[in-house]
């Protein structure tokens, strides 16, 4: 089960973002039926690249910190 604050490691890429397959970040929002998540992408120094509503199947669970 994904939540809030887990990180999560892309299963594909997402070229329209310039996201590649294994890139990892946290999960900010879940949404109530649990097949769609808020995910935030960001740089090194901490700037936003993307903000992305994924599904379950963009995703797996690399650290359940939530």
Do not use: P, W
Not at 9 to 35: F, M, N, P, W
Not at 59 to 64: A, G, P, Q, Y
């Amino acid at each position: 089960m994904i939540k809030e604050l887990d990180i999560v490691t892309l299963t594909h890429d997402i070229q329209e973002h310039g996201l590649k397959k294994g890139s990892q970040r946290a999960v900010v929002h879940c949404y109530a039926d649990g097949q769609a998540f808020e995910v935030e992408f960001v740089n090194d120094s901490g700037k936003t690249l993307a903000l992305l509503t994924l599904e379950k199947a963009d995703l797996h669970v690399t650290s359940d910190l939530g």
